[in-house]
Structure formats: structure tokens, C-alpha cells
């Protein structure tokens, strides 16, 4: 399969998600199978808006004077990537047809394979300006953003949508995507005012598929091996994988598997290939995967750090990382020892209670 001219070798892909899919969370997805890995969704205006303001000290110091052109952008730490990520997209959004196609032109995007325009985002402060799902109410402006960035993008340009605003219009919206000159479309079967409730909608997706002749994608509720066979089954391109990858980025390599219907892979080979985890990972993990393969989240979570101390101040991570931690922790029991992980404002003590917690729920 093709997007534009990208070539697209599997079907399973790191959906975006705000606030969650980092430079390091995003490296981690792709090592474990996501072929292609979305970026949080990154304002137009706040791209443009934000060349020549600093960033704050939130950011690791050397790393801006060795990269000066993120030292001038306040937008710049949301289009971080890592060498081994594999197929590339960044998500914009903006309800202002100019501002969008300029930020499809910025140098901040140039590692980027792929740019995927949300018409999708039910959040009422994005609705408000206009922005993400409320375009589905405007298929006119929809459609002159989408025209406009295809213009001037020397990437495919895609988009993301719903199933509808408060009234199904998929087909139509996706007849325009296509028609306006988009490369791939993905949808999500929830109207935006369902938010994130209810079930998924698969006949919808099977209708989208078959009315366009472009890379259709599902997305929603996907979190094992039923949930993607229903989704396969609408006869989709790609399958996005959201909030089932929060502390569980593994979850890669399984749906892979089966999808491929190939033999499992030992967790242990897996994570020493490539030299990906070699600069965390020791014998003591290896010795402890081979014995639990739940381990591979301490892994991961190590890892996950080390990535975003590259980029990012000790402080800012302590904060952000804390619901990463909780998430890489949420399968085990002892909710004494995650309550030290929500509380700890040291991040190789926050290890350390994971790793503890991990080797405790095996022993119980």
C-alpha cells in the first residue's frame, strides 16, 4: 500500500493522541511494530505564532544550542523524532486555510513523511474556534483547508475525522477528502458527541471504505485481538491503535503477530534486536523478562526516560512522565507501591517502585 509516495509495509499505526504520544513514546511504538507513528496534534497559528519565542526552561539546555532552530519555535518539542522511528506523521490542526497550508511549508515538519490534518478532535476548546471535528459541520471550509495544504505540501497530506459532528455524514466527508486531494483518510466511528463512549461503529467505516478509492484507516477501541479482527473486517487499509498502546506499547508486537499470522517472538529476543534498548537495558532485565514477560514495561519506561532526558529538563519529565508511569504500573496490583509512583519526584525512584511492583506481582 502507498500513501502519496510513501510506502505504507503494515497495517497497524500509532494513533495520535494528545498530551501522550511524545518523541519517546513514538520511538518506543515504532521498535515494537507501528509503521506509521502521528505526533500529538500541533496548532497552525501556534507553529506560525511561535517562531522567534524561546522556549521555556522546561527544555534541556544543551540540546537547544546544538539544535537552535527548535531554540525559536514554542511549538518545536511536539516534532521531536528519533532516527529508528519508521514512516512519519505529524498532526495539524487550524480552521484557517492560510495559516495551514504556511505551517505545511514550516522547516519544523521537513523529517516528516506524512502530514495529517484533524478534522476529528471532539475537545470543546478546539470545537469553539471552529477547529478538529466542528469542520464537519463545514465541508466548504473543510474542504479549501484541505485543498490548500495539498498545494503547497511536498508530503501527502491526510485527514482524520469522525463519523460525524452530531449527524453521520462520513461518506460525504470522506467523497470531499478525496475529491480535495487527500492522500489517506482515517476515521473514527463516534460522532463528536459521543466523545469517546459508546461502541464504535464498524458498518460506518465499511461505507467510508467503499466509497473511496484512496488508503481508508479505522480507528477506535482496538485493543486485542478480537477488536482488530472486527475492524479488519470492514475491510480497512490500516488499523490506528490509541489508548490500548497507554503503558502497553508492546501491544505492537502482538496485534504484528497476529496479523501476520506468524509464530511469537520471546520478549527477550525481541527487545535485544537492533540495539534499541542497549543504552537500559542489562543482564539483571534480561534474566527478569525471560522469567516475566511483563518486565518489558520497566523496560519500556526506562527507555521512555531516557529518550526525553535528551530533550527535556529533569523537572518537566518528573511531572510528565508521571502518568506514563502509572500506566506502565496500571496492570499490577499493589496500589501501595502506586501511590509511591504518583507521588515521587525522582524519576530513578519512580523506577525503582515499578520495577519492584513488576518482580512483586509475579512472586503473588
Known amino acids: 500500500m502507498k500513501i502519496g509516495n510513501v510506502q505504507v509495509n503494515n497495517k497497524l499505526f500509532l494513533a495520535p493522541m494528545a498530551g501522550v504520544t511524545d518523541v519517546g513514546f513514538r520511538a518506543i511504538a515504532s521498535f515494537f511494530g507501528a509503521e506509521i507513528t502521528y505526533t500529538?496534534?500541533?496548532?497552525?497559528?501556534?507553529?506560525?505564532?511561535?517562531?522567534?519565542?524561546?522556549?521555556?526552561?522546561?527544555?534541556?539546555?544543551?540540546?537547544?544550542?546544538?539544535?537552535?532552530?527548535?531554540?525559536?519555535?514554542?511549538?518545536?518539542w511536539l516534532l521531536l523524532n528519533e532516527q529508528n522511528d519508521k514512516i512519519k506523521a505529524v498532526q495539524i490542526f487550524g480552521s484557517d486555510s492560510k495559516f495551514m497550508a504556511k505551517a505545511c511549508e514550516d522547516e519544523l515538519l521537513d523529517d516528516f513523511d506524512i502530514i495529517d490534518i484533524?478534522?476529528?478532535?471532539?475537545?470543546?476548546?478546539?470545537?469553539?474556534?471552529?477547529?478538529?471535528?466542528?469542520?464537519?459541520?463545514?465541508?466548504?471550509?473543510?474542504?479549501?483547508?484541505?485543498?490548500?495544504?495539498?498545494?503547497v505540501s511536498?508530503?501527502?497530506?491526510?485527514?482524520?475525522?469522525?463519523?460525524?459532528?452530531?449527524?453521520?455524514n462520513a461518506v460525504l466527508f470522506a467523497k470531499m477528502c478525496e475529491q480535495a486531494g487527500a492522500s489517506a483518510i482515517t476515521i473514527h466511528a463516534?460522532?463528536?458527541?459521543?466523545?469517546?463512549?459508546?461502541?464504535?461503529?464498524?458498518?460506518t467505516i465499511k461505507k467510508v471504505k467503499e466509497c473511496v478509492s484512496i488508503p481508508v484507516f479505522?480507528?477506535?477501541?482496538?485493543?486485542?485481538?478480537?477488536?482488530?479482527?472486527?475492524?479488519?473486517?470492514?475491510?480497512?487499509?490500516?488499523v490506528l491503535i490509541g489508548r490500548a498502546s497507554f503503558g502497553n506499547l508492546e501491544i505492537f508486537k502482538q496485534l504484528n503477530e497476529f496479523v501476520k499470522n506468524a509464530e511469537p517472538v520471546s520478549m527477550v529476543s525481541f527487545v535485544t534486536k537492533d540495539n534499541f534498548f542497549s543504552d537500559v537495558l542489562t543482564q539483571d532485565d534480561l534474566k527478569n523478562l525471560e522469567n516475566n514477560e511483563k518486565y518489558v514495561k520497566y523496560i519500556c519506561a526506562k527507555k521512555?526516560?531516557?529518550?526525553?532526558?535528551?530533550?527535556?529538563?529533569?523537572?518537566?519529565i518528573v511531572k510528565y512522565m508521571r502518568k506514563h508511569m502509572l500506566w506502565y504500573a496500571g496492570c499490577f496490583?499493589?496500589?501501595?507501591?502506586?501511590?509511591?509512583?504518583?507521588?515521587?519526584?525522582?524519576?530513578?525512584?519512580?523506577?525503582?517502585?515499578?520495577?519492584?511492583?513488576?518482580?512483586s506481582d509475579k512472586q503473588s
Open 40 to 76: 500529538e496534534m500541533v496548532s497552525a497559528k501556534g507553529l506560525i505564532y511561535g517562531k522567534g519565542k524561546a522556549l521555556s526552561n522546561s527544555v534541556n539546555s544543551k540540546f537547544l544550542k546544538e539544535n537552535p532552530k527548535f531554540a525559536q519555535n514554542k511549538s518545536a
Open 304 to 316: 521512555h526516560i531516557s529518550i526525553l532526558r535528551k530533550y527535556f529538563s529533569e523537572s518537566y
Open 154 to 168: 511536498k508530503r501527502p497530506v491526510t485527514v482524520k475525522f469522525r463519523k460525524g459532528f452530531k449527524q453521520d
Open 118 to 151: 484533524n478534522m476529528g478532535c471532539p475537545a470543546p476548546k478546539i470545537i469553539k474556534n471552529g477547529e478538529g471535528s466542528a469542520l464537519m459541520e463545514n465541508l466548504d471550509l473543510a474542504q479549501e483547508i484541505i485543498v490548500s495544504c495539498c498545494k
Open 190 to 203: 463516534r460522532l463528536m458527541t459521543q466523545g469517546y463512549s459508546g461502541v464504535v461503529d464498524y458498518e
Open 333 to 359: 496490583k499493589n496500589p501501595l507501591l502506586k501511590q509511591e509512583i504518583a507521588k515521587s519526584e525522582n524519576l530513578d525512584y519512580s523506577l525503582k517502585i515499578l520495577k519492584e511492583l513488576i518482580l
Open 218 to 238: 479505522g480507528s477506535g477501541d482496538v485493543k486485542d485481538k478480537e477488536s482488530l479482527k472486527k475492524m479488519l473486517e470492514t475491510n480497512v487499509d490500516g
